[in-house]
């Protein structure tokens, strides 16, 4: 069930997916003075889509009992943090 809404993560939230793999790539090839502005522009996209994913969670495990809730909370993350790493950083603060 999980993979499945990840995959409608993707379907429905492509621009923010896309917004920060363009930004990663705009960081690596930035100058080294550019470079600090570069990365928080990327952070600032990665928190963006954390916080859609987190969304999705949250609107799940409300319709789940509380261990149930806490167990599904456990497994989407794992599974956020495998799939996108840099989202999976921050999964968890959310």
Known sequence: MIARQLDLFVEDEADLLEECRSKARTYERAPR???EE?????VDAVETATEALADMRDRFARTLGAAAAEEYEESFNRAVRRRWPELGLEIENR
Do not use: I, L
């Not at 570069?38 to 990327?42: E, N, R, V």
């Open 33 to 35: 003075e550019d470079a």
């Open 38 to 42: 570069m990365y928080g522009d990327f």
